[in-house]
């Protein structure tokens, strides 16, 4: 019922900077829960950052400092401002939402496809 486009993936070079944001469509009634993740070649899919539909957010030790996650709710997009990107923020990058809809009223979790950051050293 939720569908997640996500876009702003990449090239850059060590230290350069890069937005990722995503958008939500489809039948629901409000979005909670918004985050990215990240899956590197090899290692397991990780937490990058989440901000609830309260604006509180939390980060992985290795963004603090250099990500920003934000979201939009009357857009039911979410961002991601990543700043002095290094060779190891290489990975596919996912959306997840919690989505809430009423007919019936439910909660569940959705996820993007992904998309490539690729920071060069």
């Known amino acids: 019922q939720v569908q997640l486009v996500e876009s702003g993936g990449g090239l850059v070079q060590a230290g350069g900077s890069l937005r990722l944001s995503c958008t939500a469509s489809g039948s629901f009634f409000r979005l909670n829960d918004m985050g990215w993740y990240r899956q590197a070649p090899g290692k397991q899919r990780e937490l990058v950052a989440v901000i609830t539909s309260g604006g509180g957010t939390n980060y992985a030790d290795s963004a603090k400092g250099r990500f920003t996650i934000s979201g939009d709710n009357a857009k039911n997009t979410v961002s991601l401002q990543m700043n002095s990107l290094k060779p190891e923020d290489t990975a596919v990058y996912y959306c997840?939402?919690?989505?809430?809809?009423?007919?019936?009223?439910?909660?569940?979790?959705?996820w993007g496809q992904g998309t490539q950051v690729t920071v060069s050293s």
């Open positions: 997840y939402v919690v989505a809430v809809s009423t007919a019936p009223k439910r909660q569940a979790g959705y």
